[in-house]
């Protein structure tokens, strides 16, 4: 089981920066692709960005590529999203999520991702 905790949310200003964190709980945090996800009033859950369970490998959706950056620190446990450059379409509710390595195909899927945090707001706005 793991459970995972977002933060870092909050209001900021077009072209300003945030750096959301996402604490697990689990002792098997390094098993994991972890990826973010985010969702915009009365739109679909999509996916923003997804690292391997080593940081080897990252991939990005197209319109946050060259903003957003994602990491992980194994030995805490935790996952980071730097996002910046911040447009008023990234106002969303983004959640961090967790799936088995072994088991990803695209990583781009909520499907693929076995456990969620309950999610931290971020509004971009002027």
């Known amino acids: 089981q793991v459970q995972l905790v977002e933060s870092g949310g909050g209001l900021v200003q077009p072209g300003g920066s945030l750096r959301l964190s996402c604490a697990a709980s689990g002792r098997t945090f390094s098993d994991y692709t972890m990826g973010w996800f985010r969702q915009a009033p009365g739109k679909e859950r999509e996916f923003v960005t997804s690292v391997s369970n080593n940081g080897g490998n990252r991939y990005y959706r197209d319109s946050v590529k060259g903003r957003f950056t994602i990491s992980r620190d194994n030995a805490k446990n935790t996952v980071y999203l730097q996002m910046n450059s911040l447009k008023s379409e990234d106002t969303a509710v983004y959640y961090c999520?967790?799936?088995?390595?072994?088991?990803?195909?695209?990583?781009?899927?909520?499907?693929?991702?076995?456990?969620w945090g309950q999610g931290t707001q971020v509004t971009v706005s002027s």
């Open positions: 999520a967790a799936g088995y390595s072994s088991r990803m195909l695209t990583g781009r899927s909520v499907n693929e991702y076995n456990y």
